[in-house]
């Protein structure tokens, strides 16, 4: 009787286990389907958007509207830094950091105007005319490391600076943070395009370009970082104010035209053109 008992449990058990597998089959079968309707829900609506026909910004509609728009963000802009000075708790705790913020001020002009440019001629007077290409490509590499750390560290001071003066509102500080990311790029664009083109120290150059090239590749490389800003501060502070889709397509075209006629311009000093490549072809046949 006793082992009869044990074997009606054991068996009720396991018909429980078993219900709870087979509710577990069916709770991960649902899952699934789910699963696969979110999956074909999220593909439908990404081709959609792929698919879908945007405002065009050579409506000259849409840039009226992003002109309109623009200048009531400008206005708000405007507003927030008169609340700023108008408010005088925010005055009093301004002259409390005025040391702070004069010293910040200081630092970033010596660092930008200053310091760059004596590290790049410390590190140019270490090269003798004649030196080797490796030489010659690790200094330049230390070079424009230099500039990099040393330009950021300028700029973020200067950003420091106008954030412990507290003259910007909810609208200002967001506008701050993107053009924190976006000179960051400029920075990084202007560090590369100089390490590699030196335009004005032939010494540290890494590319086999004249003078006169060399400076327009550096113009052009510089102006594409101009774009990255531009992408930075139009596009993405435009979508963090909720600009309308026609305003964000009109400032987009204005981002990417100088960063597009930049990079067409230095592909020109990447790489030479098919007529020369084809004169130098045709002289090497002949000779």
Do not use: C, H
């Not at 990417?256 to 072809?281: H, I, N, R, T």
């Amino acid at each position: 009787d006793q082992v009869a008992a044990e074997r009606a449990a054991l068996t009720e058990r396991i018909a429980a286990l078993e219900a709870r597998v087979r509710q577990a089959e069916l709770a991960r079968a649902r899952a699934d389907a789910l699963i696969d309707d979110i999956g074909a829900l999220v593909r439908e609506r990404f081709a959609d958007q792929l698919l879908s026909r945007g405002p065009s910004p050579l409506n000259p509609g849409l840039w009226i509207d992003a002109a309109e728009e623009a200048t009531e963000f400008a206005g708000r802009l405007a507003n927030e830094v008169r609340f700023a000075l108008d408010d005088e708790t925010r005055a009093r705790q301004r002259m409390d950091r005025a040391p702070l913020i004069l010293l910040a001020l200081a630092a970033a002009a010596g660092l930008i105007f200053y310091a760059r440019r004596a590290a790049v001629r410390l590190i140019r007077r270490r090269l003798q005319p004649g030196e080797s290409r490796a030489r010659r490509t690790a200094a330049a590499a230390l070079a424009a490391t230099v500039r990099a750390a040393v330009l950021a560290s300028g700029l973020g001071l200067f950003l420091l600076a106008l954030r412990q003066a507290d003259v910007a509102g909810p609208a200002g500080e967001q506008l701050l943070f993107n053009l924190a990311g976006g000179l960051g790029a400029l920075v990084f664009a202007r560090a590369l395009a100089l390490a590699w083109y030196a335009p004005d120290e032939p010494m540290l150059r890494i590319s086999e370009v004249g003078d006169e090239e060399a400076r327009t590749a550096a113009r052009a490389a510089l102006m594409i970082g101009v774009s990255f800003v531009l992408e930075a501060v139009l596009i993405v502070e435009g979508q963090s104010v909720g600009l309308s889709r026609g305003s964000l397509a009109a400032l987009n075209l204005v981002a990417l035209v100088p960063g597009s006629l930049a990079m067409w311009a230095l592909a020109g000093k990447v790489a030479p053109p098919p007529a020369a490549e084809g004169d130098a072809a045709a002289a090497a046949s002949g000779a």
